[in-house]
Nanobody
Framework: QVQLVESGGGLVQAGGSLRLSCAAS????????MGWFRQTPGKEREFVTA????????YYADSVKGRFTISSDNAKNTVYLQLNSLKPEDTATYYC?????????????????WGQGTQVTVSP
């Protein structure tokens, strides 16, 4: 089992920035990659970004490229998501997730463990 705890969400004006953190505990040695997804009411969970644990290779959704940056600190079992140039359409609950194997990083179904989510609200 892997436990994930997100933090850092909040309310920010458009154009502003936030930094989210996701701390992992438990059987973290089994983690191949960590990702961030977001979800708004009535919509499916949407891929945002992912990073592989060993090589720190990064994947981004087109909608966030150039604005969001994922990073990790393996010694702390923590992954970060820097959100810059935020837009109202970025408003969502952001979830951290881990996966044990390589594959389609964009598919939520391929992730094994999830955090409880942290709310990001961007006002116009």
């Amino acid at each position: 089992q892997v436990q994930l705890v997100e933090s850092g969400g909040g309310l920010v004006q458009a154009g502003g920035s936030l930094r989210l953190s996701c701390a992992a505990s438990g059987r973290t040695f089994s983690t191949y990659a960590m990702g961030w997804f977001r979800q708004t009411p009535g919509k499916e969970r949407e891929f945002v970004t992912a990073i592989t644990r060993a090589t720190a290779y990064k994947y981004y959704a087109d909608s966030v490229k150039g604005r969001f940056t994922i990073s990790s600190d393996n010694a702390k079992n923590t992954v970060y998501l820097q959100l810059n140039s935020l837009k109202p359409e970025d408003t969502a609950t952001y979830y951290c997730a881990t996966r044990k194997y390589r594959g389609d990083y964009y598919r939520a179904q391929e992730y094994d463990y999830w955090g409880q989510g942290t709310q990001v609200t961007v006002s116009p």
